[in-house]
């Protein structure tokens, strides 16, 4: 199947885009709509409709299950959770935060909404996680906990970030946005570090519209977490520590209960959309897909596309192209934070080697085989035509 026969075909150049409608890279999973609008009912009927409701007390409940820890608490999202958390743990002191370079660009905002200061870490160049070795570089005299981020292909070396923290005397955390449904050494992400937070945002596995959760098994840091989520009243009206408005509502804790009757199919599905991916892309030279470990429990939820370094075309115009065809791909955590950061910072290879080469490619369930199969068209016709591309790509530029 070939869309297109002519660099003018192109949707960049003024061709017709390969899809009508775009091609999204999250999630976007629909719960059971019935049971969704008949938890929402019950909350409607019962006037139940925010401030520690029963939908968010059964979503807690659920999930400290899944996770296999004494608690959950839901937070009104992940971002509100960490800083939250960051701050319950530094407890008054400044100082800083050692945390990756190579992930979400909100997470050095996150740090500094919490008062402290993030210093970046390279990762490994295989699982993309900090690493003992990239840690102890960044280790300083203010270093006040370390927050390791869970990649969607690789949970972090957990056993070697412990043993360092502990070395170090430092709290370790979790940021586990994209460890949902993964394992280590087969148990569950959710029960490492003194706690983990994750995400119920609509583009991630577990659908609630907005919103996030802490799972820990530290009955004190759960209490006065579901105390600062609550203005950090301690009773009816005595307030006993710095609190903010980080409430879930029953809204969007009916969505993600509904959601998370659906979450293994969700998982399997995405397993399905990278093997399609991997089998589809096949032959096209220069192309490999980053891995997931397989022996361990994963959420394939990106498929992620790596270019060789001699790819003919480089990989921003290759994510312009794509756009342009309404596949909404990304350069993945490009540039790496540290670039993007005004503070003094070293160089760290690792990870600004990665962030030139992977192309986050659409997925969830606005992603279809058809769709996989003709991305591979595409990026076929792209590789067999680069020289072309590329002229195209020059006149593209001077004509801006
Ligand atoms: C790694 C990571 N941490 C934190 C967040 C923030 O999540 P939320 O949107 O629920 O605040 C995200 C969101 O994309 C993320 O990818």
New binding site residues.
Partial sequence: MTDKHAVADLALFGGRPLFDRPRPIGQLAKPDTERFFSLMKSAFDSRRLSNNGPLVQELEARLADYHAVRHCIAYA????A?ITLIETIADGRKGSVVIPTF??T??PH?VRWAGLTPVFCDVAPDTHTLTATSVADALRDDTIMMLG?HQANSPCPIDELSAMCEQFGLPLLF?A??GLGATFRGKPIGGFGIAE?F???A??LLNGF???YITTNDDELAALMRRKRNFGYSGESSIDTLGLNGKLNEVHAASALASLDKLPVVISRNHARLDAYQQAFRGIPGISWIPYPGDEATNAEFPLLKLATDWPIPRDALVSILRAEGALARAYYAPALHLQDDSRHRSLPVAEALAQCIVQMPTGEMVNTTDIARLASLVQFVSSNAAAIRAALAAHQDAK
Avoid at 77 to 80: E, F, H, K, P, S
């Fill in positions: 999202n992940a971002g509100l960490l992930t979400y909100g997470l996150i981020v940021d946005v994209h937070v995400s119920l945002h583009t991630k907005e919103g996030g």
